[in-house]
């Protein structure tokens, strides 16, 4: 099993940036993807980025292509979200997931296997 821990939420204002950080722990070798998700207030929850473990591909929602940017620190065995150029729209809690199955596509939610508790990214217009 993996276990997951989210950091670095806060509450900012638009335009400023903020990093997120998550340390997976336990059988790390099982990591396929590390996948950002978030959840607004009465939205369900979405995918924001990915990032192959051992090879470091990343994946990108839309919504924040060109203003996040996933990566990972090998060394520490650390999983980053830098989100830059934040806007009120992007305020919900954030997870950060494992998945341990081989697979085309890391958006899809419910191929995840290990979640964190989240953390609160407020954003002020």
């Known amino acids: 099993q993996v276990q997951l821990a989210e950091s670095g939420g806060g509450s900012v204002q638009a335009g400023d940036s903020l990093l997120l950080s998550c340390a997976p722990s336990?059988?790390?070798?099982?990591?396929?993807?590390v996948g950002w998700f978030r959840q607004a207030p009465g939205q369900e929850r979405e995918f924001v980025a990915a990032?192959?473990?051992?090879?470091?591909?990343?994946w990108y929602d839309d919504s924040v292509r060109g203003r996040f940017t996933i990566s990972k620190d090998n060394a520490k065995n650390m999983v980053y979200l830098q989100m830059s150029n934040l806007k009120s729209e992007d305020t919900a809690v954030y997870f950060c997931?494992?998945?341990?199955?081989?697979?085309?596509?890391?958006?899809?939610?419910?191929?995840?296997?290990?979640w964190g508790q989240g953390t609160q990214v407020t954003v002020s217009s």
């Open positions: 997931a494992a998945r341990y199955r081989y697979g085309s596509d890391p958006s899809v939610e419910n191929t995840y296997n290990s």
């Open positions: 336990g059988d790390t070798f099982n990591i396929y993807y």
């Open positions: 990032l192959k473990w051992y090879y470091g591909t990343t």
